[in-house]
């Protein structure tokens, strides 16, 4: 069971994340893979906090986005290079998330999730959506 955070959060599906990440001008041949990365990490779940990596490292939101990296935790170093604090990945609103995480594809690349083998290969048309 996932633990409920103080916030409710928000679970959106792959056509209404594809949607608002168009609208926030995420190019199009690239929301199918968005889409499968968020399914995969988060169930399309905003409010997620992931359970310690190996290295005592935390991921957030709804593309689970490093803590040593990229958003700054509570009370531990971070280089924070898309500099937030953690807990804006986990609002319903999913600017900050989807901005940090075009953040992290343009410096490590689709690699960057550990989900990716699932998200590389063939992905339905996410034409549906719009």
Request: aromatic share 12%.
């Amino acid at each position: 069971a996932i633990a409920a955070s103080a916030q409710a959060g928000r679970t959106l599906d792959r056509c209404s994340l594809a949607r608002e990440m168009a609208d926030l001008g995420v190019p199009r041949d690239q929301l199918d893979k968005w889409t499968c990365i968020a399914q995969h990490e988060s169930d399309y779940r905003t409010w997620v906090v992931g359970p310690a990596n190996s290295d005592g490292s935390n991921d957030y939101g709804i593309f689970q986005i490093n803590d040593l990296y990229w958003c700054q935790a509570d009370g531990r170093f971070s280089y924070n290079e898309c500099g937030l604090s953690c807990n804006a990945l986990l609002t319903d609103d999913i600017t900050n998330s989807v901005r940090c995480a075009q953040k992290v594809l343009s410096q490590q690349g689709w690699s960057a999730w550990a989900v990716w083998h699932y998200c590389s290969g063939w992905l339905p048309s996410i034409d549906e959506c719009f």
